[in-house]
């Protein structure tokens, strides 16, 4: 497997403990943590393989930094690269677009040729909409810490072993 860039914010708390847990499963040689806030063009382009970690804000929107960061990349050829995302989301509180972010972020990544991978099932969550959603799958790992944390992670576990194997495969 080559090496995996997580790209995610390096204040977010919450997210930082779920990123520990994945680099547990990646192995920490395997995996590069990116700082989102600060990432340039120079720290996409090293990687094949990337974890992007895509947390909902208010009513469906990406975090700030990821909007400052996107147009950085937006010209790139994605062609050939790897992606799993995930991204935290309050399914009680803000029902109509669960985890958005990480069906916004799938899409600008299809959009310039990525393979998105590591859906993961919608079943065991309530909600009345979201971005993620295909069908009966997110395009990601959709996780709520707010109100079903002690599932975290066993689907972190879970999401890893998936995206660990697309990630090996050619």
Same mark, same amino acid.
Not at 111 to 134: D, F, I, N, P, Q
């Given at each position: 497997?080559?090496?995996?860039?997580?790209?995610?914010?390096?204040?977010?708390?919450?997210?930082? +403990? +779920?990123?520990?847990?994945?680099?547990?499963?990646? %192995?920490?040689?395997?995996? &590069?943590?990116?700082?989102?806030?600060?990432?340039?063009?120079?720290?996409?382009k090293k990687f094949d393989n990337y974890?992007?970690?895509?947390?909902?804000?208010?009513?469906?929107?990406?975090?700030?930094?990821?909007?400052?960061?996107?147009?950085?990349?937006?010209? &790139?050829?994605?062609?050939?690269?790897?992606?799993?995302?995930?991204?935290?989301?309050?399914?009680?509180?803000?029902?109509?677009?669960?985890?958005? %972010?990480?069906?916004?972020?799938?899409e600008f990544v299809e959009e310039r040729?990525?393979?998105?991978? %590591?859906?993961?099932?919608?079943?065991?969550?309530?909600?009345?909409?979201?971005?993620?959603?295909?069908?009966?799958?997110?395009?990601?790992?959709?996780?709520?810490? &707010?109100?079903?944390?002690?599932?975290?992670n066993e689907r972190i576990k879970n999401?890893? &072993?998936?995206?660990?194997?697309?990630?090996?495969?050619?």
């Amino acid at each position: 497997m080559k090496k995996v860039g997580i790209f995610y914010s390096f204040r977010s708390v919450k997210t930082h +403990q +779920q990123v520990k847990h994945m680099i547990k499963h990646l %192995g920490a040689d395997n995996c &590069e943590e990116v700082d989102a806030d600060v990432a340039t063009l120079k720290d996409f382009k090293k990687f094949d393989n990337y974890i992007f970690a895509v947390p909902t804000w208010f009513d469906g929107e990406l975090p700030n930094y990821w909007d400052e960061y996107l147009p950085t990349i937006e010209d &790139e050829s994605f062609k050939g690269k790897k992606f799993a995302i995930f991204g935290g989301g309050d399914q009680k509180n803000y029902p109509e677009n669960f985890v958005d %972010g990480v069906g916004i972020m799938a899409e600008f990544v299809e959009e310039r040729g990525g393979k998105v991978v %590591g859906l993961t099932s919608t079943k065991g969550y309530s909600y009345e909409g979201s971005r993620a959603e295909r069908g009966d799958q997110f395009v990601g790992l959709a996780l709520d810490i &707010e109100n079903q944390a002690a599932l975290t992670n066993e689907r972190i576990k879970n999401w890893m &072993e998936v995206v660990v194997k697309e990630f090996g495969k050619k």
